[in-house]
């Protein structure tokens, strides 16, 4: 079972910014892809950012120019750079690990909570 510890949620006012973290083991780290998706309330989930073992990033046009993932090697964590945050961003976080960035994401975090107040 993989393990993945997710921090960095909370409550920001729009225009803010956040960051948010993802930990996993190094031999999960080094070989799959890992990123995050998000959750609202009533809505399905859906693909925000994913990152590859070798450093290439996919991003959702909905955040593209304001969000950035980053991967450190040395601590086996993924970051995801949150800026010009709009209510509309409002949701559960979740990391994941995939075989690829577009595959189906074989294990979850626990999720971690972004609020942008209107």
């Known amino acids: 079972q993989v393990r993945l510890v997710e921090s960095g949620g909370g409550l920001v006012q729009p225009g803010g910014s956040l960051r948010l973290s993802c930990t996993t083991s190094g031999s999960i780290f080094g070989t799959y892809a890992m990123g995050w998706y998000r959750q609202a309330p009533g809505k399905q989930r859906e693909f925000v950012a994913g990152?590859?073992?070798?450093?290439?990033?996919l991003l959702a046009d909905s955040v593209k120019g304001r969000f950035t993932i980053s991967r450190e090697n040395a601590n086996n964590t993924v970051y995801l750079q949150m800026n010009s945050l709009k209510p509309e961003d409002t949701a559960v976080y979740l990391c994941y690990v995939a075989r690829s960035i577009a595959a189906t994401p074989s294990s979850w975090g626990q999720g971690t909570q972004v609020t942008v107040p209107s």
């Open positions: 990152i590859r073992s070798y450093g290439f990033t």
